[in-house]
């Protein structure tokens, strides 16, 4: 019970990590709750989840077939790419911002099919496919060898950070008042980068011991 706890919780933080990151997904919310209200950022966010659960399958159907011949290289490559992510994340909470910004029609559509703007700002962000081949499908894999428990707990927990974090901002977008400024958002994303660099070493580590 402990471990499947452990790994629900380290799936939530790693996926707070990337819900938190400036990105297409995160101004689809925006925009879809100046004007639909509170819910739409539980509804983008089913759009986002029913990508991953296709996500989810291929790593585990297709990964897993390999996984005895080259578990090092993916643990490897999975924990390069957390402490690459947690950098870029540090130097890009440098400048980011969360207030909405006009952009694309695949934005804009939020405000009338926002399940459909969560799957097309997903598939349509390369930060997504590049964070689900490198670190996703290494954490992915390294909790599904420990049980079917542990690999739900995981990705049930990374789901719970980005269905909480898109319902948070549609709520006190809602509500005309969001509940962080430029700066403390800033600080959060930065908080998040040093984690994502911390564990990523802790990973390599781990595995190589």
């Not at 997904?25 to 509170?38: Q, Y």
Request: aromatic content about 14%; charged content about 10%; overall charge neutral.
């Amino acid at each position: 019970m402990n471990e499947i706890i452990q790994m629900f919780l380290l799936g939530f933080f790693i996926g707070l990590t990337g819900a938190l990151a400036p990105g297409p997904t995160l101004i689809a919310t925006i925009n879809a709750s100046l004007k639909g209200g509170w819910t739409m950022g539980p509804r983008v966010t089913l759009g986002h989840v029913a990508v991953e659960i296709l996500m989810v399958i291929l790593i585990i159907i297709g990964l897993s077939v390999v996984i005895d011949g080259y578990s090092w290289l993916i643990a490897g490559i999975g924990g390069a790419a957390l402490m690459v992510f947690g950098l870029l994340t540090i130097l890009e909470s440098r400048h980011a911002q969360v207030h909405p910004v006009q952009g694309t029609s695949d934005e804009l559509s939020a405000t009338v099919r926002p399940f459909v703007a969560g799957v097309v700002t997903s598939i349509s962000n390369p930060y997504f496919w590049l964070w689900w081949f490198t670190v996703g499908s290494a954490l992915m894999i390294s909790a599904y060898a420990g049980g079917t428990g542990t690999a739900v707990a995981f990705i049930l927990g990374h789901w719970t950070a980005d269905l909480g974090w898109f319902t948070l901002i549609s709520v006190s977008i809602h509500r005309g008042r969001f509940f962080l400024g430029d700066r403390e958002y800033k600080w959060t994303l930065a908080v998040c980068g040093i984690f994502l660099v911390f564990f990523g070493g802790y990973y390599l580590m781990t595995f190589w011991k």
